[in-house]
């Protein structure tokens, strides 16, 4: 009964090709994000989804875009990948955008080549 | 803009020893605080948060945290730490005003047997 999930789990690429990374919650929470750990294992935001409704987009380049077809999915598209893209990817849920934790998936290994 | 700050990187420690690991935060209004911990290959998951309340919390396996207010601090303790708490740390800050999970640094903490 996995809470949030991620496929795939690991992801080797080219330069320049499209990718995806999907994300899946089974909590019933109404908000999602994608966050980026780079090598030094520092983690950050990168869009926010509530209620499908975009509310956090950070500085992350347009080649980035989020879609979330309803409440229970947020998947992140790359296009034109470039090896500065290569991190561990996490998305997360929580109920609501106040107080509440997170919940975080297993992460997808992106590594472009 | 709101920042987290661990101070110590790598921490090396002998089993049994106990554990001080350090979290300053700069925001001037409510904030939630979180310490989360991921363990190697694994996704992140949540050890203790402060909301409201009694400044003291505890978490699981033994963890607990003290939020000080006029320090911006919001430290992470355990008495006696096993070889199977070697992981990540991360240190969180969520301001009620953005919604947004502002992670440190992270530290690394080993624990030799």
């Known amino acids: 009964d996995t809470a949030v999930s991620q496929t795939p789990k690991y992801l080797v690429t080219q330069m320049g090709n499209d990718k995806s990374i999907k994300c899946e919650q089974n909590?019933?929470?109404?908000?999602m994000y994608w966050y980026k750990q780079d090598s030094k294992k520092f983690l950050k935001i990168m869009f926010s989804?509530?209620?499908?409704?975009?509310?956090i987009n950070e500085t992350v380049p347009n080649r980035f875009s989020p879609k979330s077809p309803d409440k229970a999915h947020l998947n992140l598209h790359i296009n034109s990948l470039e090896l500065g893209d290569s991190a561990v990817y996490f998305c997360?849920?929580?109920?609501?955008?106040?107080?509440?934790?997170?919940?975080f998936g297993p992460g997808t290994r992106l590594t472009v080549t | 803009a709101q920042s987290v700050s661990q101070h110590n990187h790598h921490v090396i420690l002998s089993e049994a020893a106990s554990l001080e690991l350090g979290c300053n935060y700069s925001y001037g209004g409510t904030v939630n605080l979180f310490w989360y911990v991921q363990y190697p290959g694994q996704h992140l998951q949540l050890l203790l948060k402060y909301f409201s309340g009694d400044p003291l919390v505890k978490g699981i396996k033994g963890f607990e945290a003290e939020f000080i207010k006029s320090k911006f601090s919001f430290n992470l303790r355990k008495p006696s730490v096993q070889w199977s708490d070697t992981a990540e740390y991360f240190c969180?800050?969520?301001?009620?005003?953005?919604?947004?999970?502002?992670f440190g640094q992270g530290t690394t903490l080993q624990v030799k047997p």
């Open positions: 969180a800050v969520k301001s009620s005003n953005t919604g947004k999970l502002i």
């Open positions: 909590l019933g929470h109404d908000t």
């Open positions: 997360a849920s929580s109920q609501g955008t106040g107080s509440s934790e997170q919940y």
């Open positions: 989804y509530n209620n499908k409704e975009l509310i």
